[in-house]
């Protein structure tokens, strides 16, 4: 490459998007990382900067039109044109169909439809003049249904079309757009869903190891992984695909 690529994570304050943005600095990518507070995303761009990357923490509402578009232009004036995007912020508000309240359904579609929108719409005014782009939106198996789950199950479905749609659309510019779909990764978002069916969260990674083929529960770095191949210059004729990364065969 004759330039340093510039990598937005979005949700990368923990969990899978700080995997994803360390992954990224030790790929050699200038990586900003967005989250609501800024504190915590300053701490993860630290790091970086200590390990000897080129980070850079910044507050964003990906749900906020303004935040967004605020946000995406101080990532081109301070750190580089963004050319490589994660879709990962995300909250959960589960409940059953007849318990869930329309503020919860509400939220959930927002920031993970409306907020790929939006971030993914800033970005690719970058990667089409560039000519190179990589856009990776985090989907999940819970896009094959979910107990408990109705608003996040059709937020991460829907991110399997916008994924599709993106290719169609702007393959032709070399923007590829690909979803990985996570099966359990130990987070802090799994550790809540443990809290919220009343388990203690280890016997919660018990129960999901049994289920699981490679006999293993999975962790951030495994998506940081597929994230790292998807956004490679090596990876530039595999667009429109969604990837369960799940320890095993989903559908």
Known sequence: MSTQRTAVVTGAARGIGAAVARRFAQDGLQVAILDLEEEACRKVADEITEAGGKALGLSCDVTDEESVATAVAAVAEKLGEPTVLVNNAGIIRDNLLFKMSASDWDQVVNVHLRGSFLVSRACQAYMTQAGFGRIVN??????????????????????????????????????????????????????????????????????????????????????????????????????????????????
Request: charged content about 20%.
């Open 138 to 251: 985090l989907s999940s198996t819970s896009a094959l249904g979910n107990r408990g789950q109705v608003n996040y199950s059709a937020a991460k479905a829907g991110l399997q079309g916008f994924t599709k749609t993106l290719a169609l659309e702007l393959g032709k510019f070399g923007v590829t757009a690909n979803a990985i779909a996570p099966g359990f990764i130990e987070t802090e978002m799994t550790a809540e869903t443990a809290a919220r069916v009343g388990m203690d969260f280890e016997d919660f990674k018990k129960a999901a190891t049994a289920q699981i083929p490679v006999g293993r529960s999975g962790k951030p770095e495994d998506i940081a992984h597929l994230a790292s191949f998807l956004v490679s210059e090596g990876a530039g004729f595999v667009s429109g695909q969604v990837i369960y990364a799940a320890g095993g065969p989903r559908d």
